[in-house]
């Protein structure tokens, strides 16, 4: 199975300012790499898919970026509406894996 | 618009069987695939399965032995059933819809929390 190695498992930052999430596949996924967002007590939201392509509706203050076997998910101008967790997805290989997962707060 | 709900019990006893049902509605389970997706309480989440909107199945090796997908298009509806449940089954089970042709989940149902407790 493909490893997803997601850090930091939590980040506190000020509204405003901006944020890095990392997100390393044991191997090379070849940018089949989705990020999802999920507030608590919701179901997991797509953010990113193909590792920088951002899906209809997501600010675009989020951003994805990465290849090979790193990859990043980038928000800008932290809001109050982005206290989520926030996961990577590796689709390249059965099993789809996922990152453990990044708890993000406002300071 | 695009909608899938999961239901099911919300109380197994270990050893049972759980069996979820996921209802979609506005796309067709010809066309696109339907995958389950588990989380264990506030943790990271598990890719179970998956139903191709040609009725064949891939499952996570982790589960082959026990879990089952299936689907009955004329109701819109996929089931999941995995025997054997422990304590460890206890989480919350997501349907999720792939996008076409890729791999990633764009419409998530709202989950059902499973617990598995005598």
């Known amino acids: 199975d493909i490893r997803m190695t997601q850090s930091p498992a939590s980040l506190s930052a000020s509204l405003g300012e901006t944020v890095n999430i990392e997100c390393l596949a044991s191997e090379d996924i070849y940018s089949d790499l989705a990020w999802y967002q999920q507030k608590p007590g919701k179901s997991p939201q797509l953010l990113i898919y193909?590792?920088?392509s951002l899906q209809n509706g997501v600010p675009s203050r989020f951003s994805g970026s990465g290849s090979g076997t790193q990859y990043s998910l980038k928000i800008n101008s932290l809001q109050s509406e982005d206290v989520a967790t926030y996961f990577c997805q590796q689709y390249n290989n059965y099993p789809f894996t996922f990152g453990s997962g990044t708890k993000l707060e406002i300071k | 618009q695009v909608q899938l709900k999961e239901s099911g019990p919300g109380l197994v006893q270990p050893s049972q069987t759980l069996s979820l049902t996921c209802t979609v509605s506005?796309?067709?389970?010809?066309?696109?695939?339907v995958h389950w997706v588990r989380q264990h309480s506030g943790k990271s989440l598990e890719w179970m399965g998956r139903m191709w909107s040609d009725g064949d199945t891939s499952y996570n090796s982790a589960f082959t032995s026990r879990l089952s997908i299936s689907r009955d298009t004329s109701k819109s509806q996929v089931f999941l059933k995995m025997n054997s449940l422990q304590t460890e089954d206890t989480g919350t089970y997501y349907c999720?819809?792939?996008?076409?042709?890729?791999?990633?989940?764009?419409?998530w149902g709202q989950g059902v929390m499973v617990t598995v407790s005598s």
């Open positions: 999720a819809r792939n996008r076409y042709g890729y791999s990633y989940f764009d419409y």
């Open positions: 193909n590792a920088n």
């Open positions: 506005g796309f067709s389970l010809t066309s696109y695939s």
